[in-house]
Each structure stands twice: as structure tokens, then as C-alpha cells.
């Protein structure tokens, strides 16, 4: 027979697992419910009003060229996400957009083209000891991540522009139904 204490634990640490997996609920992408307008000219901000309007996170890719960890809660949320755009979390630009996504097992969301060309920089990059090109925001000169091709990826374009999630702002495609679809909410804190 079990032992009532053992029950006991076994209850108490099943609430602990589902408390953590309660907590990994909470995007860490950015999402919003609409689209937000491209910027119509170039966003300039001091530093200080970067940190004052980007979560520390945001501030860290963008601003400081900061990489998000790979295969991250970000990547595990993008991967789950349907049809969308995404936007640059600093000034919000159209950046990429789920025709353009594909898993390519990197560890970072994988796009092989931008949604809006215009938006989107290509700068030659010899940091860390290696030759690479930066992706960044046209707009607001945000670092968004590096673009690689020729590497043999089944898509149009062979190429893989990898992107830190965290710097960009998800918004999911208006799904075209008639039914009334809940909208999950969290509460304000
Ligand atoms: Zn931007």
C-alpha cells in the first residue's frame, strides 16, 4: 500500500508542475491583437527613450545587438503561431509575415524573405570573428538578427533570415469566420 505522505508529495509537486507550466503560458513575443501602422518616416530616440519604451529584453536585441537564447521559450512560441505578421518591436515596421516562415531547426524564428523589403537593411557584419549580414530595421536601425543563404533550405529563396523573436511584435491574421471566438485575456496586475 502507498503511504498517505507519498500521496501527499505526489499531489503537492504535480501543483508545482502545473504552476511553472501555468507561468510558460505568458508570451514572452510580444502580441498584439491589431495591426499597427508602419512608421511613414525614420524613428529616431535617444537611449533613454529606448529604455523607457522597450521591455529590457527588447532593448537588449535591438539596441545592443543582443542574441535571444536558442530553442527558447520565443522559438517554442513561434513555432506554434498560425498565420500572423510581425512587426519590429521598436517602431513597429512590417518586417516578415508567416508566408515567409519555415522551420528550419535553427533554434530562432526562420524566415527566407521579408514581408516588406523596404523595411529591412542588410548590413556586412565582422563581429565575433566571423563574416556575416545583419538584418535591421530600416525604420528605427534596430539589429533584428543575420541572414544566411545558400545553405541548402528547401525554400524560394534559399536563404534564412534569423530572427530574434523577442524583437519583434506578433499579430495574428483575423481569423474570417462568423462564429464569436474567445479572446483569451490576462488580467491586469
Ligand atoms: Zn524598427
Redesign the pocket.
Known sequence: MIPIRSIFLLVFSLTLVACSQENKHKPVMETRTEIPAD?TSK?VKTDDEWKKTLSPEQYRI?RESGTERANGQVYQEFKHQGEGTYH?A????LLFSSKEKFDSGCGWPSFYDPAKAENVILKKDISMGMSRTEVI?A????HLGHVFEGEGYKNPTDQRYCINGGGLIYVPAKKVTTAPTEVESTPPK
Open positions: 512608421p524613428v535591438l519590429c521598436g517602431c513597429n515596421a530595421c525604420k528605427c536601425g534596430g
